[in-house]
């Protein structure tokens, strides 16, 4: 038997030198035969291809790179390109028959080709863009739009050495998206600098097995020396502890080495789209100054016509999902500078809610995975009373068990939820029913600042 496997190893490694020998023959005859050819044949020949085969080809060696960048070639693409679409490109059309007048020499055809590709994509999601869903306040076609989309992490160490990663793991929700990344090849925790997210549009070409060429627009930085201080310990399980570098960001480590297992974002659905496209490598999309609608009639104008909509998920399933509406805050009830909106009393039991499955965060790592219990991500999205995002979070949070029962009606074991950021903050109490087997919400309240309140209403509460 073991002569055998001898002899079969042999074999295979006889024909893997003979595949490699015949493959780098036929790569030097292509050479060869490309090398005397005339460049106006080569230049016609590569004229019938389309985009896509162009960067696929310029792959293949330097010769074939130089073909496939020749500038007419990207000319042409560009010209077909209008002649497909004139009615949408004017003033592309323009711009490029302008420049071929003057410039019949410029070297940017090819980034000019992208760009307009590009700029047809943005016309058609700006469209998408005003129509609001008036249940959440958000763009309807937002998911359809995000898919379209893709995010990378650039991770730099203390040499100023830059790694970017491919996104591992990606999970929308009705109002949010969960983003994972596998830090199996990252370097050590201690010696990372800052990690950037990047939201990334790629063109649709036809080239399998080749990267499209895309816009990157910075989103986020982390700078690892400031957050290491103020972290939070989130929770562990046998194998990793979990951090909180920012309330939308959590990083996991192997618990033995100290290394990075894995990072999540959780991004809420608001902006999201213009802040994953409309800014630039190095700098991030700004958000335009909206101003809500002055009314000095109604003495509490910026009190009441709160809609709520709040639902708690892991990184792979969503646990609960509620709206609430005309919410209110009485003038009396405003104290410790924020005003209170009470979604679900614990003396109203037609408002508790039950939560489909266990509190659990699960998390994989290539063939490894586990779960975090007692913890999961909450998505909130608070509307104005003209159904606009007043304000939005999408951050993980911890159930602790509560040893002094919150409300009297229950005398089964209770647990609280409680988020804090500088506008607002969230309490959610809870009971566990031994019988059914599953949590049940009996307390919701929201908190939002006085300060908020006054900034967009131009009060002064």
Known sequence: MLESGKTSAS??????????????HSRASLQNFTERLPYEIQNKILSYLDAGALLCISQVSKIFNQLANDEALWRNLCKRLFKKKPM??????LEITTLEGHDQHSRDWKLRYFKTLDAGIRRKWKTHIGVVNRHTGLPSRTLQMLRNLTW????????????????SQLQFFESSAVLCWNGSLWPDFHQISTIQLHGVRRVALNCPGLKAPGWRSLMDVVDMESVTKSMQDYGWDEMVELKLLKPDIVMGLWKERRSVAFVIFTLHFYRLLERSTQGSSLRPYVEPMVKAPFDDIDPDYGLHGYQLNIALHSTECELMSASFSK??????????????LTAIND?????HTPLSGSVTLPWKCEELQGKVKDRCIMTLTLLDE???????VSSPVAMMHLEMPCSLFYSAEQFLI??????????????????????FLINLVVYVTICKVNKYFRKEY
């Open 152 to 167: 990378e992490l650039t991770v730099v160490d203390k040499s100023k050495n830059e790694t970017t990663y491919d996104l």
């Open 88 to 93: 949408h490109m004017v003033g592309e059309m």
């Open 327 to 340: 919410l209110f805050c009485p003038r009396d009830q405003i104290c410790n500078g924020h005003i209170r």
């Open 347 to 351: 003396t109203c039991f037609s408002q």
């Open 11 to 24: 074999m295979l490694a006889l024909k893997a030198t003979k595949s490699q020998r015949a493959d780098k």
């Open 386 to 392: 003209f159904i606009k995002p007043f304000w939005c």
């Open 418 to 439: 409680q988020y804090r950021d500088s506008e607002g903050q969230v309490l959610m109490k809870f009971v566990w029913a031994e019988q059914q087997k599953q949590f």
